[in-house]
């Protein structure tokens, strides 16, 4: 019995097969049918080649089919496709399919065995191309009458169409073997150029990496001189310090002694003399003070001795040694009282030693205003700050006022050695917190000590 195209669709074409002429028939056949309905010519060859093997396999199998060819949507892509049908003339063996060549399944979109209405088919099916002409019912029809009309060719005319196929398929092969051979010479080419690309990359990176080592150690050696050159600046502001010192003390004793009551009393003129001996050595012993801390600092001497601190005592002494100091009626010396709980983990002397440097400075260079030590903690940090209403420092000079002996201009008449703000950064540091400076000329300046609660 034929069987129906799809649902609402008559066949385009039907046929039998029954005898070894009638697979040339089916093969030609359907080579028309896939170019009636749009199937671009490497799909019809495809599809009437893959026919033609399925008909010898049934031929030889049960004895022949019954084909039908007719149109079908596909309800998953929605898009038509060419359906063949071929329904044996006698049952399959298990109601199943294996074609002999494992190749035809790859020449069609779908190949298997389709049970339905009490009917069992062989069913194969090509997707039409979008850009096919569309298929109205009526030419549909035109379709179908034409299929009809046109008498099948005999085995010679289909032999002949299958070696004219068969030559043009390997032209075409032919044309592509040789596409590929330029593209692998193409190919060969551009792997030679990387290849030389990548060498001389490969050495012009082993070039850098030697500079990179030899920049390495130089770098080192350089680093190793600078190591050798701090430690005897250090020893030698060491020694020199220690040398100075006993002389200068000397000159102060007998300064003191000169100046005494006790001793003959001195003309006008000699007690003016002494006292500038007495100032000018009293002057050389801080700076002699002041060089023996930095070298400690410098050297790695200096070894905090860490302790939980409060530092309300610790202002209440600031405040009583320092006002003295503040001798000049237009200044006045604040130290507020730090919030509680005022405590963290520190060196309590070396502490003392920078807030007292800072609050020094202060009063030295501000003619009249205040000099201001405040503390405020914020988390885990404590923020110790020191302000002054002085002249102030411009901002390009920031950095340089913690180099050792550097002095801001114009502050030589007040005197100083330039080496106390870089004694008090070291100490800081050695206390695990940071000393920075916010000043502009005219607008004072203000020191922040920012160190962590918990110590270093």
């Known amino acids: 019995m ?52 399925v008909a010898r396999d049934l031929l030889r199998a049960v004895g022949g089919a019954d084909v039908t060819f007719a149109l079908a949507d596909d309800a998953v892509h929605g898009r038509r496709h060419l359906r063949v049908d071929l329904a044996p003339v006698r049952p399959l063996p298990d109601d199943r399919y294996e074609p002999q060549s494992g190749a035809v399944a790859r020449l069609v979109d779908k190949l298997g065995v389709v049970t339905g209405e009490g009917d069992t088919v062989v069913r194969m099916s090509r997707r039409v191309p979008v850009t096919a002409a569309a298929l109205t019912p009526e030419r549909l029809a035109e379709l179908r009458s034409e299929l009809g009309r046109n008498a099948p060719g005999s085995a010679l005319d289909e032999l002949a169409a299958q070696n004219a196929q068969l030559i043009a398929a390997l032209d075409e092969v032919r044309s592509q073997r040789d ?35 030899a920049l390495y150690a130089e770098l080192d050696e350089k680093s190793a001189q600078l190591r050798a050159a701090s430690e005897s600046k250090s020893r030698f502001l060491a020694n020199v310090s220690h040398e ?17 009551s006790a001793s003959d009393p001195l003309t006008t003129e000699q007690a003016r003399q002494v006292g500038l001996i007495r100032s000018s050595a009293s002057d050389l012993l801080t700076l002699v003070n002041e060089l023996l801390d930095l070298a400690k600092a410098e050297s790695g001497r200096i070894e905090p001795d860490w302790a939980e601190i409060d530092l309300r005592p610790v202002f209440g002494q600031l405040r009583g040694t320092l006002r003295a100091l503040a001798t000049r009626p237009g200044v006045e010396l604040v130290v507020e009282e ?113 160190l962590p609660v918990g110590g270093a």
């Open 2 to 53: 034929p069987v129906t195209g799809p649902t609402g669709t008559a066949p385009l074409l039907q046929m039998a097969l029954r005898v070894e002429h009638d697979i040339f028939v089916v093969r030609q056949r359907g080579r028309e049918v896939a170019a009636a309905v749009g199937l671009e010519h490497q799909d019809q060859v495809r599809i009437a080649t893959a026919l033609s093997e």
């Open 179 to 213: 596409e590929l051979a330029v593209l692998n010479e193409e190919l060969a080419e551009t792997n030679r150029g990387v290849m030389a690309l990548y060498n001389q990359l490969t050495e012009e990176l082993e070039e850098t990496n030697r500079g990179v080592v």
């Open 244 to 260: 100075l010192r006993a002389p200068v003390t000397a000159i102060i004793g007998l300064g003191r002694l000169l100046d005494d």
């Open 338 to 450: 730090p919030p509680a709980p005022a405590t963290l983990r520190t060196d309590e002397v070396l502490l003392a030693q920078v807030l007292r440097n800072l609050l020094h400075n202060g009063i030295k260079f501000t003619e009249h205003g205040e000099v201001r030590l405040r503390a405020e903690r914020r988390d885990d940090q404590w923020s110790l700050t020191v302000s002054d209403t002085g002249a102030g420092i411009p901002p390009e000079l920031h950095g340089r006022i913690f180099e050792e002996f550097y002095q801001v201009p114009g502050a030589t008449r007040i005197g100083g050695t330039g080496l106390g703000l870089p004694y008090a950064r070291r100490l800081v540091t050695l206390l695990g917190g940071s000393l920075l400076v916010s000043s502009e000329p005219g607008r004072g300046s203000t020191f922040t000590v920012t």
